[in-house]
């Protein structure tokens, strides 16, 4: 009876360990057009927890040499960008990566982002594993202009 016991217990500890895993939900992705000669770009896009706290801790793209977690930090009065290591995602939770706020800062492109076309993007999690997705590249000004 003990040993059923304990394996009902390895059992239910392990389907919470794969409900843990899920990788977190992408959304509302899109990265802002650059003029030619760019050297940066930004990237913004919400992420939803499926369940259990997670963190974003790495991404990348074949578009840049790297992609960097940024954060927005008043000092002195004014803003500047900062790198950080990871962003938390809250169990049940998400995260608005938008501009003057979060976002994902790509350094070193290989090639302007123009609007219309489409860049690969890796989002790299500590629980919820690997996040492949297709990100549209916007002209953010042409969007602002239009009218609502």
Same mark, same amino acid.
């Given at each position: 009876m003990f040993s059923f016991?304990? !394996?009902?217990?390895?059992?239910?500890? /392990?389907?919470?360990?794969? !409900?843990?895993? /899920?990788?977190p939900i992408v959304t509302d992705a899109w990265i802002r057009a650059?003029? #030619?000669g760019a050297v940066t770009a930004a990237a913004y896009l919400?992420?939803?927890? /499926?369940?259990?706290?997670?963190?974003l801790v790495g991404?990348?793209?074949p578009a840049a040499g790297t992609v960097e977690i940024h954060t927005n930090?008043?000092?002195?009065?004014?803003q500047?960008?900062?790198?950080?290591? $990871?962003?938390?995602?809250p169990a049940g939770g998400a995260v608005r990566l938008e501009p003057g706020g979060q976002h994902l800062m790509l350094i070193d492109l290989k090639a302007p982002m123009v609007p219309g076309t489409k860049v690969a993007l890796?989002?790299?999690?500590? $629980?919820?594993?690997? &996040? $492949?997705?297709?990100? #549209?590249? &916007?002209?953010?000004?042409?969007q602002a202009a239009a009218p609502h």
């Open positions: 016991f304990g !394996a009902l217990v390895g059992l239910a500890l /392990a389907v919470g360990a794969l !409900a843990a895993a /899920a990788p650059t003029p #030619p919400t992420i939803a927890s /499926a369940g259990a706290a997670d963190r991404a990348a793209t930090v008043a000092e002195a009065g004014s500047h960008m900062m790198r950080v290591a $990871e962003l938390a995602l890796s989002l790299r999690f500590a $629980e919820g594993g690997t &996040v $492949e997705i297709d990100v #549209p590249v &916007v002209d953010a000004r042409a």
